[in-house]
């Protein structure tokens, strides 16, 4: 027997089973029906089926949650722009109706119900959603063909210099897609650019442009197998500035923004952070960020690909280079974007053709535009409410915090990702104040003082702080809930929720232990504390001998003079990281000033083989620039356990490394204490040996 195949589904919720009975003799012969008892099932059903249910009849009064907190609900996910709903009630008054529609409802039918007039909206509003979709999806096809001819136009120009310079076409697209990727991947790091999307999507689209001067470059040097000579690359070097000036001479359009980027692009994407670069030799934030974007994402993708003169590299060898320096310096907030995504370049750049990227970024565009203006403009409000609440779940995923946010229609909790799994409780709490989950957290007088606390708040002084004892990560301990109540706008002031966070005080106090106890940029001791530590420890432990070290950068001087500020306090860092990795877990490590550090250890009898080792790790070459310390040693044996006889006969020590000629380490001999001059020189470096 031949069945008619039913492609809508229609949820109808009411806590009456008759009426649901009623409404789905209706509607079954042409619709799918799925029915939910009360608020709690529609919203379950909406979150698992959402997708496939093409209308929902919403009773208004049901227990647990009524029809107008499931209407708040599908505006909070965002439900309610894709399935309409029709209210279904025998409430007639002017006030409930009204509200019905403020919260999105596209219908309202009163009870006892016409079949007649049920079917008739139902199939209304279905196909009017239908015919929206229909045509969002014409005005997007309509913009989309005239992009893409604007887009297949930038293609072909960009094309014909790759052409000419042997490379692969997909190197333009590559450009912009990368770009594009820092960009977006910057904009979440910091607003000091600027970057919204529109600007973004103009940047990656004049990356394209990027090479255009090599137009004029002799296809002998373009295509040249070997190295250029000094001569040949000079030549080379022209294209960005012939690239530049005929985008700045153009008889038409010069002023257009997009142009504009273009000839930043041109000029100055062979431009390094350090001042390195050409054609102008500028430094750091002198570069527009968009050259700086396309600069990094034209020496990966050169890295990648193959050229005459060389064989492509791997993924991971380019990112590797290109992070330490080889291929020049880069703004290092863009080098942290590049670490950032290095796992999704490859995919990305993959899947994400030009034509592919500009056919979904127009119809997002095309969306935003008829959905939330001409067809539906009260959803831009609610679209703006939802970037906002993705912007709180964001931050508030990054900040390890115990996050929540209330709300009293419905009267629902949620909790950040990593607050819920410290409190061992679900992440969205449904009427809280009946909630055992939230109970066993937090006694019911504690709960129902911290609601009064909230609710004597004013809009002018929406801030409580609450104690109480809760329990977290399975322990009873004294927290501190800091809490801002929301109100509504205009000429009915209500409290509607409050946003907040849950401070364990037992965990604020070590963490604040902890950073009076750290030097900020290395996360090393800071002075004071490893002073604090090594007097008690010296106190504490008479029979062990310990020694303890000084030692600095050498040059670091001009090291900060040649490569800037910014460059020193990597290297610093660098040392650092050295330093944990090369010393007992026991022994202390400290940043006392500058480039100057502390190191305090225990030791037996194989003193002098430890520092060689320690020593070892802290020279060498680091991104192009040759490290060597200076080092002073003072032990217990010979100097006594006072922290400051140590302390001074290592700094001894230090300024006789140091007079000696740097690079090398030195002990301080008893023998010597008269003279205040040590005498043990260990050489390292040559220029050391006497």
């Keep these: 027997m031949y069945t008619k195949r039913k492609i809508n589904k229609i949820l109808i919720v009411d806590d ?33 089926n959402g997708t496939e249910i093409s209308l929902v009849l ?32 025998a409430e007639n008054s002017h006030s409930v109706v009204e509200r019905a529609y403020e919260l999105g409802a596209t219908d309202y039918i009163s009870r006892p119900f016409d079949e007649v007039i049920v079917c008739r909206r139902v199939i209304n509003t279905i196909m009017l959603y239908s015919k929206q979709k229909q045509l969002v999806s014409m005005v997007a096809d309509q913009m989309y063909e005239s992009e893409k001819s604007n887009t297949l136009m930038v293609s072909i120009l960009s094309h014909i210099v790759e052409f000419r310079n042997g490379e692969s076409g997909l190197h333009v697209l590559h450009i912009g897609t990368m770009t594009e990727m820092l960009l977006k991947r910057l904009r979440e790091k910091t607003d000091a650019y600027n970057l919204d999307a529109a600007k973004i999507s103009m940047i990656s689209k004049a990356a394209a442009f990027h090479d255009i001067g090599k137009i004029s470059i002799s296809e002998e040097i373009l295509n040249k197998p070997g190295r250029l000579t000094k001569e040949e690359f000079e030549v080379m070097k022209t294209h960005s500035m012939i690239g530049a000036d005929m985008l700045e001479n153009l008889p038409l359009h010069k002023d257009e923004p997009l142009v504009k980027i273009a000839y930043e692009i041109c000029r100055w994407h062979h431009e390094r952070y350090d001042g390195s670069g050409y054609p102008d030799g500028l430094k750091g934030e002198e570069i527009p960020i968009s050259a700086q974007a396309v600069a990094l994402a034209d ?101 390890s915090e115990i996050q929540f946010e209330y709300t009293v229609v419905p009267s629902m909790i949620t909790i950040s990702d990593w607050g819920a799994e410290k409190l061992n409780i679900p992440r969205l709490i449904m009427n809280p104040g009946k909630s055992p989950e939230l109970l066993s957290i937090i006694c019911p007088e504690e709960l129902q003082k911290l609601n009064q606390q909230l609710r004597s708040t004013t809009p002018d002084a929406p801030v409580i702080e609450y104690e109480a004892e809760l329990k977290i990560d399975g322990e009873t301990r004294f927290s501190r809930i800091i809490c801002r109540t ?91 990281e050295c330093l944990l990795k090369n010393i007992h877990k026991d022994d202390l490590a ?39 310390v200076s080092m002073g040693i003072a032990k217990t044996p010979t100097v006594g356990r006072d922290y400051q006889a140590l302390y001074h006969c290592a700094d001894l020590a230090l300024f006789d490394a140091k007079r000696k000629g740097q690079g090398c380490y030195t002990f301080y001999d008893e023998k010597s204490c008269p003279q205040n001059v040590p005498s043990a020189i260990s050489p390292i470096d040559p220029a050391c040996e006497e």
């Design 16 to 48: 009456s089973a008759m009426n649901r009975a009623i409404l789905a003799d209706m509607l079954d012969e042409q619709y799918e029906v799925l029915e939910a008892e009360n608020g709690m099932e529609a919203v379950k059903l909406l979150q698992t």
């Design 299 to 399: 020496a990966y993708d050169a890295l990648i690909s193959e050229r005459v003169y060389k064989k492509a590299f791997s993924h991971e060898k380019a990112t590797t280079m290109i992070l330490n320096g080889e291929c020049g310096a880069f703004n290092p907030l863009l080098l942290d974007c590049l670490r950032d995504m290095k796992d999704h370049i490859q995919e990305e750049l993959t899947i994400n053709s030009l034509n592919r990227a500009s056919e979904k970024e127009m119809r997002n565009i095309v969306e935003q535009l008829l959905s939330h203006k001409e067809l539906a403009s009260s959803n831009r409000t609610l679209s703006m409410l939802e970037e906002e609440r993705i912007k709180f779940q964001f931050f508030a995923s990054m900040a």
């Design 590 to 628: 400290a940043r006392i000033g500058g480039d100057e550090f502390l190191l305090f250890m225990h030791y037996n009898t194989n003193l002098e083989h430890a520092i060689k080792r320690i020593y070892a790790s802290l020279t060498g070459e680091y991104d192009g620039f040759s490290l060597s």
């Design 486 to 576: 929301l109100w509504t706008r205009g000429n009915e002031t209500k409290y509607t929720g409050a946003i907040g966070k849950i401070v364990d005080m037992q965990q604020e106090l070590n963490r604040l232990r902890k950073l009076a106890s750290m030097d900020p940029l290395t996360n090393l001791l800071n002075a004071a504390y490893a002073k604090k530590e090594i007097i008690h420890t010296l106190y504490t432990y008479p029979e062990n001998e310990y020694a303890l070290i000084i030692f600095d950068l050498d040059y670091f001087k001009t090291l900060n003079d040649e490569r800037g500020h910014v460059f020193g306090d990597r290297v610093l860092k660098y040392i650092a």
């Design 58 to 89: 919403l009773d208004i009064i049901m227990p647990e949650m009524d029809g107008f907190e499931v209407l708040a609900m599908m505006n909070r996910y965002h439900w309610i722009e894709e399935i309409p709903v029709i209210m279904i009630s």
